[in-house]
């Protein structure tokens, strides 16, 4: 029992003998004590540069958010506000080279030139530019046998679209025929092709061009 | 615990409205994106899928496309998209929303693949180049790094039965010999299919016109 403190003291002046001990206890006297429950203030460099960062960041944000709009993907976008959205409407032309398109186009061609020897032209043609009681007449009930078109004789038959085409698209699809290639008439009305329908009700047979040539002079 | 209510508001409010930032307020802006019909074309955009290109998509996934190719097309200033015929326009959102999967893309070996079924911008790719790119791609593409996938061909032997209406014809060195033909499986023709599908070309009329650049581009900051 008696070496116990004997060992301890030895130790003991040991620590205090060792220099590099004591410059530690030194040091720790001399520093400042932390006050329990509060930190140091932040640096106010620090502060400086965070307000900085907070700062461009929003000049950037207000500069290329265009007005956070989510469609908009160029940051070089006009940042005035859009007006109405500018949709194209279709015009009578438009929805009638839809129906040319769909429909005329299988014999008359997209060049309204025809196919020579079989199917007249509307491009430049004289019937297609005609009065339009006879054009009307010809879509819907189609047309029979010999026809002069353009000082060009033809003799083939044109099939009735009165029952496939509604009365819109004959007026559309005429309006188109009569201002395309060069072709200058007036437009033709859905009321003006509604009212040959109904005179024309009852009515099957194709046309003949003399028949045709006797209406609308 | 120390503080115990407060750590747990702390992180719930943090995790909160990150989720409200990030998931529902995109949603709110874009969620409501619908397909837009054309007025005068009568077109509708973006086109829905056919099932087979939908097939597609799912080999593509399956064979991990993505991993090379990305389906993003970056708007004029951004890198060379435009330059490089991968597209027409820059991406927008609503080009996405016939995607269940946004097959994005992150790393660019080979080329965008977002209008890689457009005639207009590749003449001459049809599903025949893509046949041959996908079975033998140096003889489409000589030098290119891109692996060849010849386990989505059948390849037999012509002798004794009708020769495939699908099948494909390779020439030079990876021709197959003499009298076998090269005919693509269905996850070939299901892949070239949505492939030949990929094409963004309709530039939408709201798009566009937000788009469209200020008349004097303001220099600086404000």
Not at chain 2, 52 to 69: F, I, K
Not at chain 2, 94 to 99: A, Q
Not at chain 2, 116 to 122: K, M, N, T
Request: glycine share 10%; net charge neutral; charged share 20%.
């Amino acid at each position: 029992m008696s070496a116990e403190p004997d060992k301890n003291f030895r130790l003991e002046q040991a620590c205090a003998s060792d220099d590099s001990i004591q410059q530690v206890h030194a040091q720790l006297r001399n520093a400042k004590p932390v006050k329990a429950g509060h930190y140091p203030f932040l640096p106010l460099g620090l502060l400086g540069l965070m307000c900085t960062a907070i700062f461009l960041s929003s000049t950037y944000l207000v500069h290329y958010s265009i007005r956070f709009d989510p469609l908009v993907y160029n940051d070089h976008a006009s940042r005035e506000a859009p007006g109405a959205l500018k949709v194209a409407v279709a015009t009578p032309r438009d929805l009638g080279k839809r129906v040319f398109s769909n429909t005329c186009i299988t014999c008359h061609q997209a060049n309204g030139m025809g196919v020579p020897g079989a199917f007249p032209p509307l491009a430049g043609s004289d019937w297609a530019q005609g009065p339009e009681e006879r054009v009307i007449r010809i879509v819907l009930l189609g047309l029979n046998g010999p026809i002069k078109v353009s000082g060009t004789d033809f003799n083939s038959a044109m099939a009735p679209l009165g029952s496939v085409l509604k009365d819109d698209q004959i007026a559309h699809a005429l309006t188109y025929v009569r201002s395309e290639w060069g072709n200058k008439a007036p437009e033709v009305k859905p009321e003006t092709v509604t009212k040959i329908r109904a005179e024309l009700a009852g009515r099957t047979a194709p046309w003949t061009a003399e028949e045709l040539l006797k209406i609308g002079n | 615990m120390k503080n115990g209510l407060i750590l747990f508001f702390g992180v719930f409010l943090a995790l909160a409205l990150s989720w409200a930032g990030l998931l529902l307020a995109a949603q709110q802006q874009l969620g409501s994106l619908g397909q837009f019909k054309d007025p005068v074309e009568e077109t509708i955009n973006p086109q829905p899928m056919s099932g087979v290109a939908h097939e597609g998509l799912l080999v593509y996934q399956d064979l991990g496309c993505v991993t090379c190719h990305t389906q993003q097309v970056r708007r004029e200033g951004f890198g060379a998209d435009l330059a490089r015929k991968w597209g027409t326009r820059g991406g927008y959102a609503r080009d996405y929303i016939r995607d269940q999967t946004v097959l994005f893309g992150s790393s660019r070996l080979g080329p965008d693949l977002r209008n890689a079924g457009s005639a207009d911008l590749h003449a001459g790719v049809d599903a025949e180049y893509f046949y041959r790119l996908l079975y033998a791609p140096q003889s489409v593409a000589p030098g290119t790094n891109m692996p060849a996938y010849p386990f989505l061909f059948d390849v037999h032997p012509t002798a004794g039965r009708q020769p495939s209406d699908y099948a494909v014809k390779i020439t030079g060195k990876a021709a197959p010999p003499a009298g076998y033909e090269v005919v693509p499986t269905a996850r070939a023709r299901e892949l070239v299919a949505y492939l030949l599908s990929l094409k963004d070309t309709y530039d939408y009329p709201i798009e566009k016109s937000r788009n469209a650049p200020a008349e004097t581009p303001k220099e600086g900051g404000h």
